[in-house]
């Protein structure tokens, strides 16, 4: 029970297909204890339902990263529930359905800014505020994607928002070092979830990746969960500031 006796926050589950999701089922596996977050009240029912048979049942929580308040928020109902918790999982990624659609030169100051918030000020802003309640030895880890250093197509202003996470990951492993914190990416393939299924195409991304990866099919959910598993375990007590790629081997082929 590799995370037996540690409490791990998950952000956001949207629906069973989440990435979070995944996560989150991959650490009560292990033994830990787990926190849900999930983005606003539409939401709240998909994870109610997730939850329903589970006893006992993870405290789960509304999270809007946009605000620096609604984090305070989270953080105060996690330190009354369940005191200091031992590491985060981020999951949040958003830009504008457009800005996925035509081509990255047309992406607005708008939609740019959308993703750059989302996606990756709201892991900064939630390693910050979450930094009081978290105990020594905490692990950090956000989602990533290759689009980050190759052009994707349709992936877009997301790939320049994926390199500036992986770039914030090396900083704030840098920060939290001292206090014995550390903070890492998993840099998944492409997986059938709510927030992919928004850029064009996918399908045939999947596809493609099947084709070309070493392993010659595309990921399942659970492998980035038993991922997550081993860098919030104390099994990966001597690694910070990386990205790790569960990706069938995808991201080392030259075409």
């Known amino acids: 029970m590799l995370l037996q006796g540690k409490k791990i926050a998950v952000f956001n589950v949207a629906n069973k297909k ?68 031992d590491g985060f999982v981020h999951s949040i990624a ?6 996925l659609k035509n081509p990255f030169i047309e992406t607005s100051r708008e939609a740019f800014l959308t993703a750059m918030e989302v996606s990756v000020y709201s892991f900064v802003a939630m390693s910050r505020i979450f930094k009081p309640i ?9 989602l990533t994607y290759y689009g980050s250093e190759k052009v994707i197509p349709n992936y877009n202003v997301m790939g320049v928002a994926k390199a500036a996470l992986e770039a914030s990951v090396r900083y704030l492993a840098y920060d939290l070092g001292s206090e014995n914190i550390r903070v890492n990416a998993i840099s998944a393939g492409p997986l059938s979830t709510l927030a992919a299924r928004g850029i064009a195409r996918f399908t045939d991304m999947l596809e493609y990746h099947k084709e070309r990866a070493p392993l010659r099919r595309n990921i399942e959910h659970r492998e980035v969960g038993d991922t997550a598993v081993f860098l919030l375990s104390d099994l990966s007590s001597g690694i910070t500031g990386e990205v790790i790629y569960v990706d069938a081997g995808y991201n080392i082929m030259g075409m």
């Open 94 to 99: 958003f830009a504008p359905s457009e800005a």
């Open 134 to 142: 978290l105990n020594t030895n905490s692990s950090i880890i956000t």
């Open 18 to 85: 989440s990435i979070a999701w995944a996560i989150a089922q991959s650490i009560m596996k292990f033994g830990g204890e787990v926190i849900i977050g999930y983005q606003n009240e539409r939401l709240k029912e998909n994870v109610e339902e997730l939850i329903a048979d589970l006893n006992p049942k993870p405290l789960i929580l509304e999270c809007d990263v946009s605000k620096d308040e609604n984090i305070e928020k989270v953080v105060k109902e996690i330190e009354s529930n369940v005191g200091k918790i």
